[in-house]
């Protein structure tokens, strides 16, 4: 057991350039999540995946967020035409899904800066 | 969504104290995780609990699910304790899909 793994740890980008991130999960866990963190505030979900299913989108996804999780492993984020308000501390966790004893386990985050 | 409030919002302690964080929802939940944010940002899951009470060294967490909160109970507390603690439900009816976080206790320990 590795732990969650995300890259980039930190990404600086200008506004209106598209990113994108990556999360391996912990390689057992079917279920894979995207969150969102400010400053000061709790983790907002994102998203959600069940092996390669998307399963679940918060409305704070938008047309500007993509996720994908092709073969049911590791996920990545996009985010395109970036905007100040997207900066933030960008989460993933996974879960083993099938019982309700899954507690999530979290990544270090990338922590995204758009000037 | 459902609500997730947390008390108190900052903490400050002195090591060796003990302390008591509360956290209320306003509906009925099937599960509730406590996570533990250290101050380089990893969030940590300390319990899965929906219910009664867990032990882990010097943190325990109770849950009275019918009366919609939750407590963690910090004794003996050491500087590596600080940080924000969050708790975090899911939408009514979820099975592990979309959790909801409060906005977190910052606890602070001092030697």
């Known amino acids: 057991d590795t732990g969650v793994s995300q890259n980039p740890r930190h990404k600086i980008t200008k506004r209106g350039q598209n990113v994108t991130f990556r999360c391996d999960p912990i390689?057992?866990?079917?279920?894979l999540y995207w969150y969102r963190q400010t400053l000061g505030q709790g983790p907002e979900f994102l998203t959600y995946?069940?092996?390669?299913?998307?399963?679940?989108k918060s409305r704070l996804l938008s047309d500007r967020f993509s996720a994908e999780r092709p073969k049911g492993s590791f996920s990545t984020l996009e985010i395109q035409r970036t905007e100040q308000g997207d900066s933030a501390m960008y989460l993933c966790?996974?879960?083993?899904?099938?019982?309700?004893?899954?507690?999530?386990?979290f990544g270090n985050g990338t922590r995204l800066t758009v000037t | 969504g459902i609500q997730v409030e947390q008390s108190p919002p900052d903490l400050i302690l002195q090591e060796g104290a003990n302390s008591t964080l509360r956290c209320n929802f306003s509906?009925?939940?099937?599960?509730l995780q406590w996570f533990h944010q250290n101050p380089w940002g990893q969030l940590i899951n300390l319990f899965y609990?929906?219910?009664g009470t867990k032990q882990n060294g010097r943190l325990s967490a109770t849950t009275v699910a019918t009366e919609r909160y939750s407590l963690l109970y910090i004794s003996s507390s050491q500087t590596t304790d600080s940080g924000v603690y969050f708790c975090?439900?899911?939408?009514?009816?979820?099975?592990?899909?979309?959790?909801?976080f409060g906005r977190g206790t910052q606890l602070t320990v001092w030697p």
């Open positions: 966790a996974s879960s083993l899904g099938m019982t309700y004893n899954s507690p999530l386990h």
């Open positions: 390689s057992e866990h079917n279920r």
């Open positions: 995946f069940q092996n390669e299913a998307q399963l679940e």
């Open positions: 509906d009925s939940v099937n599960n």
């Open positions: 609990i929906p219910s």
């Open positions: 975090a439900v899911p939408d009514r009816g979820s099975t592990l899909g979309r959790l909801y």
